[in-house]
């Protein structure tokens, strides 16, 4: 079946502008999650959705972060007033279910953004 | 609360040769632990997870892991690497007990692994 897939694949942006970037799971896939693979940072974990809640936002960098899940499927990570610290690449996962021996995470492809 | 040592951050093999990637990890409660590859320009593929069970895991491309507790360790090893092994390598761990904040994976810096023709 169909993995995760992400859109759009590359973002470059402006500094200062909003972006919004695309995840949708894999069907039958109640948990969500984002994490952003930086250089300088590794790989961080950002939010984790189970259905449309999001239990966990603890490694939102910062309130101009934000996302949402809609219909427990597509999830939207949204970067207002976009800052050269931004730029990474954004990867998606998502799970059958979040706890236990079901939450092992497929990765989608990511989306790489680059504010200049 | 968890975290993961990737010791080697390049790993330089010679085609053909055995190779082992080290992965040590801290945790407070029992855990779940993972390898992945990541590809140039391409996302996270599941190599391999420990879950439970036989502390020997197998995994795709011929990779294999043992989790071992005392050590709080889950290398990876291959008896013979291809070309084709050439990538980033990260360990990761959650945790293993329902309680919040057990959902989401720590990751280890990542080990490149290059290999030689």
């Known amino acids: 079946g169909a993995g995760v897939s992400q859109s759009p694949s590359n973002k470059v942006t402006e500094k200062g502008k909003d972006v919004e970037l695309r995840c949708d799971p894999i069907?039958?896939?109640?948990?969500l999650y984002w994490y952003r693979q930086s250089l300088g940072q590794g790989l961080e974990f950002l939010i984790y959705?189970?259905?449309?809640?999001?239990?966990?936002k603890s490694g939102l960098p910062s309130d101009r972060f934000s996302a949402e899940r809609t219909g427990g499927s597509v999830s939207t990570l949204t970067i207002q007033r976009t800052q050269q610290e931004d730029s990474a690449v954004y990867l998606c996962?998502?799970?059958?279910?979040?706890?236990?021996?079901?939450?092992?995470?497929?990765f989608g492809p990511g989306t790489r953004l680059t504010v200049l | 609360a968890q975290s993961v040592t990737q010791l080697d951050s390049q790993v330089p093999v010679f085609e053909e040769a055995p190779v082992e990637l080290r992965c040590n990890y801290s945790s407070s409660v029992s855990v779940y632990l993972f390898w992945y590859v990541q590809y140039p320009n391409q996302g996270l593929q599941l190599l391999l997870k420990y879950l439970s069970g036989s502390t020997l895991v197998k995994g795709i491309n011929g990779f294999e892991a043992e989790f071992n507790k005392s050590q709080t360790s889950f290398h990876l090893r291959k008896p013979s690497v291809h070309i084709s092994d050439t990538a980033e390598y990260f360990c990761a761990v959650r945790g293993g007990s329902f309680n919040f904040g057990n959902e989401k994976l720590t990751f280890g810096t990542g080990t490149r692994l290059t290999i030689i023709p």
């Open positions: 069907s039958g896939h109640t948990a």
């Open positions: 996962a998502s799970s059958l279910d979040g706890t236990g021996v079901s939450g092992t995470q497929y």
């Open positions: 959705f189970q259905g449309n809640s999001a239990p966990d």
